[in-house]
């Protein structure tokens, strides 16, 4: 059986779970960052990702084993768990890079473009509809992305470009979440993401520094291995179980609930990140960026509320969310052909 073969329908959407698995994710994603954030320069970019997947596995290696059942160490969809290893990795090592040359806030902004490609990319892989007001959600998004970057002005840095990419990447990987479906254990999807991306990042550390320059400006990009003191020790470990603790969430979600109804609940992360932000640094958001982030999360909010709204105007919704930053919903079944356990 191939892994395409092995993909699972989408099961029926809970969104209390999907929510609640959100809104958490989302915390623990602003608490990551600014773990890295401040570890940053002490650490290069490639050990802070590194300590943050072996702690995964630490921690999930053993707990898999132990709960048995769905949870299984070993997973037909293998490939594609390692496509999104991948894709994370090497969007986020990106994302992560821009931090020193830019405040916390705007990254964020920009990166919430990811919501639109995944609008976009149901459409062209999912069969996702393409309504009016999707595409003029889109527009409005984007044109929120154009501002908070600021393309053409003195403000603009070429950087910005890298939370862009780390946004397509992360709407390539969570299109493949939502095809995978409610089949697959949470806990068997985050060892074989986060473990495979502690595989990649020492070789996308390696061609980066070889084909990039060097200079003093990208001295978090360094490639070494600096054995941490205890203090920082510790702080890697933090990293690592919150960091394990969000990708798990927001796997969770994408599994288990409709993306057009839980997908708005990803923007509290711009909120909570630009608050922290100030709070442990002072860092004040252009106008620019605020702008930015009102277009892009008032675009998100409005097309998942005509959402929640779809099944009051048809007395049979649409298979497919008719939503800015949803994943598709294929039609619901109960059967799947994904082993809750194969044994390697």
């Known amino acids: 059986m191939t892994a395409v073969a092995s993909l699972a329908p989408a099961q029926s959407s809970r969104p209390i779970e999907g929510i609640a698995c959100v809104l958490g994710g989302a915390w623990c994603f602003v608490g990551q960052d600014l773990l890295i954030k401040d570890l940053l320069g002490a650490q290069p970019l490639w050990m802070l990702i590194f300590a943050r997947a072996c702690i995964a596995v630490l921690v999930l290696a053993p707990l898999i084993t132990w709960l048995g059942g769905k949870h299984s160490l070993y997973t037909p969809l293998w490939p594609i768990h390692l496509l999104r290893a991948f894709l994370l990795t090497g969007g986020f090592a ?29 459409a062209l892989f999912l069969g996702e509809r393409m309504g009016v007001h999707r595409i003029a959600a889109l527009v409005v998004g984007f044109s929120g992305v154009l501002i908070a970057m600021a393309p053409g002005q003195d403000s603009f840095q070429w950087v910005a470009l890298l939370p862009l990419i780390c946004a397509m990447s992360y709407a390539a990987s969570m299109i493949l979440t939502r095809r995978v479906g409610d089949g697959e254990s949470s806990l068997t999807m985050g060892l074989w ?12 550390g390696w061609l980066v520094t070889t084909l990039v320059p060097m200079g003093p400006e990208f001295h978090h990009l360094r ?13 890697l470990a933090l990293l690592g179980i919150v960091g394990m603790t969000g990708y798990i969430l927001l796997s969770r979600a994408y599994q288990v609930a409709n993306a057009s109804l839980i997908a708005p ?10 608050t922290a932000a100030w709070f442990f640094w002072g860092e004040v958001p252009a106008l620019n960026t605020l702008a930015g982030m009102a277009l892009i999360i008032g675009a998100g909010l409005y097309i998942g509320y005509r959402e929640l709204r779809a099944p009051e105007r048809a007395e049979t919704p649409a298979p497919v969310g008719e939503t800015l930053i949803a994943t598709g919903v294929p039609a619901v079944t109960e059967d799947t052909d994904i082993p809750a356990s194969d044994p390697a």
């Open 94 to 122: 990106m994302f992560y890079a821009a931090f020193p040359f830019m405040p916390l806030a705007e990254v964020s902004t920009i990166f919430f473009s990811a919501p639109l490609f995944i609008g976009i990319l149901a």
């Open 193 to 204: 993401t986060i473990g495979g991306s502690g595989l990649m990042i020492w070789p996308l």
């Open 223 to 235: 490639l070494e291995f600096i054995v941490p003191d205890a203090a920082q020790m510790a702080d």
């Open 265 to 274: 609940f990803d923007y509290a992360y711009l909120p909570f990140a630009a």
